[in-house]
């Protein structure tokens, strides 16, 4: 292309740009007349534009290290039966977790049966770690207790990862703890003899000087006949652990264990919580909690972030056992809470005290002969079930303003204690006494951005920027009603909005004004701006931070340094002269009296220091030292304390410290990045901003176009709906936030009637996609478990579950908002309900297979023998004598071999045949009425093709071209006769129909909201209509308001 | 790490002065810091996690290189010599990812586990590479500022910055060289055209 011709086409793309779409076409036949090329090469950047939206958004050097992820992502081994590691012949796999996988194994030598554990390379690279824990495994083993696994060997083998560590062990017929059911009619005697069996297991391991540390119900296998074998003593070692130096708090030791799996941390002990020192008393606190989720059925820690788990751990009093199991005895009761005594020092002090208090309570139990009945409560409800639920805000789509009053969002502690420098433990007054916080919680239109903002100086006013009308203005709101005022309104950036000491002016930083970026000043409802000081672009990193009390300075950073400008002269002066490879990016804050700033380092070490410094020279005093990643500093008007966010287990909270250095609190404990913007100076209102992503569960009737209906919205993120054979109950999975770290396969299976206003029912408390059976009596599903995942069904009116598959089933991946699904199907249930057919990897060969509800006579369905081979995307066909599925290549050395082909399989002779074979990107939607051709969607530049291919010939015919839609929500219906899909024009997302042959498209929705997405669809079986997800992500300027 | 940062950045000095040693010497200091952040991903994903840590990232680059606090006289050159540096350092490690993957043992990532970092996937780093190469031939300028943001990590306002144009410049090309190679780009991936 020559520059001249590319310029040509630049201007006339940008002239397109700038007209609405219904503009364009006009403009396009003026400025390409004659020249066609021209117009279809602006017609496709046009299209690229409006379609690449993620393209390039993240930098190289993250897309790189992603990649890089995923290629050394630890595979799982890919052992066969009959593979033989040294003299261990691979019998079957028994299991996988966090530790390693484990395998059924037999010994050639010795001609027994044994449990070969292989574990993770990057568990055994530290020598010095691994030899200890050898050790300690093998001094337990040798105690030759009957409630003690025996090791048999520990050693090495070559296998495809390299040298692996591995453990042999007697091979235990039975299950663990976790897994294993307890009779209901005598939970009392069973837990009991669990316990004690354990408590005399810890009892010889702690009087031989080994500590378990991981006590948890992974970690105890019961044997059919009632035996107790506690496993992997010493494993915990392999992990990395804190040590009473390296982590004062907890919150840094969760960040300096990459290697602890959620779970884990819910028997930990306070000391093991907050990384302190571990000893025998801490094992007897983890089987406190074994033993009370034993008995009552509930987890006792649970809290949906780990920060949440471990305020329980070191806060929670466990509720009376008399709350969840009838007839406790009062004995039970205390032995109980003295096993979870906070303070090791009033914890039983020895497992055999434990044990014996146990015999004792059993034995009387056993002659009063009581039996333990428990009330199972079946109808879970939401509201109170999931309260923690609530600190995600419940606003409506439509409702903007909100104000909540949170209990939970909470706190903070009474009587704080504070680990002085030298380890000393010291009563002292509490840094913040609140028992509940009270928050006002804003949020912003979908995909509006909130940044920065400021309390006016009477606390009544907050200042602050929003893109809402397309570049960052400046607004105020008032504290009290929420109402807002648009007080810059010009085309220009601006940033970072302070107040003058009366409040009556607003002073800002503008990045582009003409040839006049920097900072101006402007009466606090907006009118005339006046200039107070031009800066260059290239210092365009510039945050205003306060402006003094008499008027004369404004205070700003500027790359990691503090200045002060003059507002009379416009002089402006450094005032700090730091290394600015060591200080924070917008760290700074100034102290109310304009005496102290504080700022935030990063250490050699990596830690994060906050200081306090006069502003006018002097010696920086350390007042807080954390690993965590920290930002933002905001004084209290006090000038003693000191605001700041920092990371606990991946996500931003808000801290307070003070400047006498004690132990900072932790102030929100909620699932969103709260950073902290800004305290108000009566010192109640403490100003922070965040953002989460939100999905509701909407339908619509066909028969009702732009009458949507909320279905779901209680929980932050609603989606993937299935509806019930009878079209009257839509079952669908729950998650917390996504977008902070809880997947969606962290989700909560919930029904919900339609058009009832009733709780909605959780029917399985971790799992996700679920999929009605065809008779409505079941719900299949799938839940995460031993990083892989399996097939479960429970029945509808709750309980009865079945794992039918574990192991290797396989499910296709999903994108982020909008949460998308990107096959239709990722198993199926038959139309008679009585098999499931789905996908599956054995050997790293992947397969689809056939499953009976029952979970009896798995089958499989294809022979497939090449491992480099993607099976996926089961659909039946409505005779259920056949099914439809796809397959792709793995791994492609050029776009050539990117081969997609869809097949149809004969169930009665297991015959596949291939039907399309396309080196383009296609997806398979379903059978035609007739059951004669299948229906499949192919991705093109601009929207999709549909096209039908006769399963009798294999003859492909196009049946229509939806240049508006979205390759990845495009839905049959139930009936095979119209076609739903999310239609995305000018940015704006909507639902519309199409007849499956082909036809006029019609659309059903109404939205304008340009960052609101629709996600999977979901056909109500009658084909009469479609339930959605309607996903954004917003941004939330949150308010305590009660700081004391 | 800021003793890393520093490292870096007296090694790209040394480098766009024309000492040649010097990207020897600089491409392991990218790749461990590559190494340390795919292990963030994946710790990150053990403990439930998706693989989203942008916040990773940013805190990558400010070790890497520093921007904002070089003070060079030719800042410009630097910054764009440090991209041009990232770039070539990060395709030469993708070549031998890909090259590992196909040569070496068999490393089976199920589609299931592929997750949502299936879909970014779709941009290959290395075809971006030769399409940045041709749209250099005629737009020279666009190609800079593509490299300076998605190589270099810089946001529009360090761009405009660096390359002494307006913020809304910046946006304008950006606008343009992105939709021009997401369209080269889902050409060779998509035959439909």
Redo the contacts between chains.
Sequence with gaps: ???ER?QRI?QV??AA?ARTPDQRAALLDEACKGDEPLRAEVE??????Q??S???A????????????????T?AL?LKAGQELSHYKILSRLGAG?MGEVFLAQDAILERRVALKLLPVQFTEDAERLQRFIREAKAASALNHPNIITIYEIGEIPT?QGQTHFIATEFIEGETLRTWALDEEQRLRQALNIAMQMASALDAAHKAGIVHRDIKPENVMVRPDGLVKVLDFGLAKLTPQPTDSEARTLIKSLNTQ?????GTLRYMSPEQARGRGVDARSDIFSLGVVLYELLTGQPLFAGDT?ADIVAAIIHKQAPPLAEHLSGVPAELERIVQKALAKEKERRYQSAHDLQADLQAVKQESELTARRARSGPVTRVNLTAQTSSMLTAPRFSLRQLLLVLIVGLLLVSVIGWLVMARHGNVVETPPLASLQNVEVVRWASLPGEVYSTGAFSPDSKWIAFTSSKSGVRNIYVRQTVSGQDHQSTKDEF?NESPIWSPTGEEIAFFS??RGDHPGIWRMPMMGGPLTLLKVL???E??IRLLRWSKDGATIYYDS??QLFSLNVQSGETRPITHF????VS?SSFSISPDEQQIAYIT?E?N?HRSIWVVPLHGGTPKRIVDTAA?SRNTAWHPDGERLFYSSKV??IYQIFVADIKGHQPVQLTFGDRESFVVDVSADGAKVLYGSSEEQSDLWGISLAKANEEFVVASDISCELWPDISPDNKTVAYQAVRNL?Q???I??GTVLTQEIGVKAEAFVLAKDGFLPKWSPAGKQIAFVRRENES?SLKTINVAGGDEKTLVTGG????????LPYTR?EVSDFSWSPDGHQLGYCF?QA?V?NLRLISADGSGDTPVTNNQD?NL?I?CPIWSGDAKRLAYATRP??I?T?EDNIYRFWVVDLETRTAKPLVQL???IHLLGWSPDDQELLFA????KGI?LWRVSVVTGKQSLVARVPSAKYYNVHLSPDRRLVAYVSDEDGEDNLRVIPAGGGMERQLTANKAPHLYFSTLAWSPDSRAIYYGKQSRYSLLSMITNFR | ???G??EVTQLLLAWSEGNQTALAQLAPL?ER???R?????????????????????N???VR?I?W??VRWQN?AHFVGVAAQL??RI?VD??RR?HF???VG?????????????????S?D?IA?DDALNSLA???ERKSRI?EL?????LSE??I??ALKI???TVQ?EW??A??????E??K??????
């Excluded at chain 1, 993240?58 to 992502?73: C, G, I, M, T, V």
């Excluded at chain 1, 192919?938 to 530049?941: A, G, H, S, T």
């Excluded at chain 2, 992105?178 to 369209?183: E, K, P, S, T, V």
């Design positions: 292309m020559t520059p590319w630049e793309y940008f740009l496709s950047l046009l299209a690229a534009h379609q690449g993620g393209f390039l993240e930098p190289a050097l993250e897309f790189e290290a992603k990649n890089l992820a995923l290629d050394r992502r595979p890919a966090g495809a990459p290697g602890m799996i959620l780990d950036t990045i582009e260059p672009l290239d365009a990193s790359k990691q290394d600015p490879a060591q990016a990063t050699a990596g990643a287990d991946g977008s770290g809880n997947g396969y962290n995942f089933l396989l499910l296709n991946p999903y994108s982020v990107m990897s790293g992947q491992a993607i996926y793995i791994k050395a776009f080196n383009a990107n192919q991705n093109l530049q093709s | 790490m800021a003793a940062s520093h990218v810091e590559l190494h952040l795919a292990q963030g991903y994946l710790s990150n994903e053990r403990r439930g996690h998706s693989l989203q840590a942008t916040e990773l990232v805190e990558a680059y890497l520093d904002k606090t800042r990232m770039r990060l490690h993708a990812r590992q993957k196909r043992h068999c490393l089976q990532v199920s589609l299931a586990k592929a997750e949502n970092i299936a879909e970014e996937r941009v780093v971006l031939q005629f737009d593509v943001r998605f190589f270099g990590g306002v360090e405009a910055g307006s913020l809304r304008r606008n343009l992105h939709a021009w190679l997401y369209r780009l889902s060779e991936a998509n035959d439909d055209a």
